[in-house]
């Protein structure tokens, strides 16, 4: 399989993505219950086009790019059905990138079309990673932010395409917030590896505030800046410890890739004679995984689908394998080895894909204005959401700070503007503000158990 996919033959490139595409399809017609963040996802753009302003009335910390294209999705109709074959997409087209660039900065000896190979089985180990998400989104502008550093240096002289590199970077940043640290990255591997001077640096920094800037604007002119700016500090540089659950969870996916990674990096540190060109790459993407460990500390919960920029690197990594093992069974080796440890992973994960996916609703209505004061996004399935609250642990600090003025002009302006059919309460949150907001809540009725509906 080494020789075949090491191969430069265009036919062996169309075959690989035709399989690739028809399994994607295949896993597209099992019809599966959607994850929850993706049901999420799908929820922001539905509300978005009725109206509804990100961050303001709807609390969530999306990306605002990543929240317009969900909006697009829904504006077109577009069911959660095809999000397989676009996220299948998109991944090829990074991965096309990924070996573009690896190609024409003669980065690596001759490897045909093993980087994209590989980059496409790094990126389909979990079920997580065959759904579009802002950080898949963001990380296509990043691989772009890599290949204009790339062509910084290959030559002696770096140019004003540096800008670029700031463009790309912002627009990285809005699709996932987290995403603002790896500008730290971008200034760091043009200060080491090439001749960048402090206008070019300034240059660069002022493509990147210019793409936030902007942001800044529209939010304003929508009166939702102050807003923003707050999930905007809260997801880049609000930094926390993970939990031992949330590390055990993401070295069970990544596991197989983190080691192969790892092994293709100890295997060029000990081989040192490669080109000058290479070494850049190896030490740029070095720097890469610095600043992606550094991200795992910001982003909102440490998961397969928030963790995806660990992975370009160490697919890097991992084609130095392929070139300085010089015995040939033991590249062969490595091909199969990601293949059982991806078919390992994803039959793992398919065993417990109940549990790993949005539930079943329990409510009996239909087709009503639903309220939901909870985590349970399942109740929306068949009733239109109304509320902000769409991400739970951004919102059920609200009800347990009812003591704070703050808090109960912020409830105060959501229950105001609102006027759904149906509450539903499982926390008892709906009791807790009936002292503070007399004026709506008498206008509902207990009908069932945690069950609220409005009197006519």
Same mark, same amino acid.
């Given at each position: ?32 219950? %959607? ?28 990306? %605002? ?360 309460? %499982? ?30």
């Amino acid at each position: 399989m080494f020789q075949i996919l090491s191969s430069k033959s265009s036919i062996t490139f169309i075959f690989l993505l035709i399989a690739c595409a028809l399994g994607i399809l295949g896993y597209a017609e099992l019809n599966l219950a %959607p994850f929850a963040w993706e049901f999420k996802n799908f929820l922001i753009g539905q509300n978005l086009n009725h109206g509804f302003r990100l961050y303001q009335d709807i609390r969530d910390n999306t990306g %605002p790019l990543t929240a317009n294209f969900f909006q697009v999705l829904d504006f077109f109709s577009i069911s959660i059905f095809w999000n397989a074959p676009i996220a299948f997409s998109i991944v090829v087209f990074q991965a096309y990138v990924f070996q573009q660039t690896i190609r024409r900065f003669d980065l690596m000896p001759p490897l045909g079309n093993l980087p994209f190979f590989i980059y496409l089985a790094f990126f389909h180990s979990s079920f997580e990673l065959f759904i579009p998400s802002g950080a898949i989104l963001g990380l296509s502008f990043l691989l772009l932010a890599w290949r204009e550093i790339m062509a910084q240096q290959s030559t002696l002289l770096v140019n004003d395409r540096v800008f670029l590199i700031g463009v790309y970077i912002g627009i990285a940043c809005l699709c996932y917030l987290s995403y603002s640290l790896f500008i730290f990255w971008a200034i760091l591997s043009l200060l080491f590896y090439s001749s960048i001077n402090i206008r070019q640096i300034l240059l660069l920094a002022i493509g990147f505030l210019m793409i936030l800037i902007s942001a800044g604007l529209v939010f304003s002119y929508h009166g939702n800046l102050a807003n923003f700016l707050e999930v905007y500090r809260n997801s880049s540089f609000r930094f926390q410890i993970p939990s031992h659950v949330d590390i055990q969870t993401l070295a069970l996916s990544f596991g197989p890739s983190l080691a192969i990674g790892l092994l293709g990096l100890f295997r060029v540190i000990q081989k040192n004679k490669i080109r000058s060109n290479a070494q850049k790459a190896q030490q740029t993407n070095l720097l890469w995984m610095f600043i992606s460990v550094l991200t795992l500390f910001t982003v909102p919960s440490l998961t397969v689908i928030h963790s995806v920029f660990l992975l370009p690197s160490l697919a890097y990594f991992t084609l130095n394998i392929t070139y300085l093992y010089k015995i040939y069974w033991k590249k062969e080796l490595l091909i199969w080895t990601i293949v059982g440890s991806l078919y390992l992973s994803l039959q793992t994960e398919w065993k417990n894909r109940e549990s790993l996916r949005l539930g079943k609703a329990h409510l009996s209505i239909r087709n009503e204005k639903l309220m939901v004061l909870g985590p349970q996004l399942q109740e929306y399935q068949y009733n239109q959401m109304v509320g902000p609250f769409l991400n739970w642990e951004l919102s059920k600090s609200l009800f347990s700070e009812l003591d704070q003025y703050k808090t109960i002009v912020i409830l105060h302006d959501y229950f105001s503007r609102e006027n759904p059919s149906y509450i539903y309460d %499982p926390e008892n949150n709906f009791i807790k503000i009936m002292p503070y907001l007399p004026n709506w809540t008498r206008n509902y009725q207990l009908v069932a158990p945690n069950l609220y509906q409005r009197k006519n």
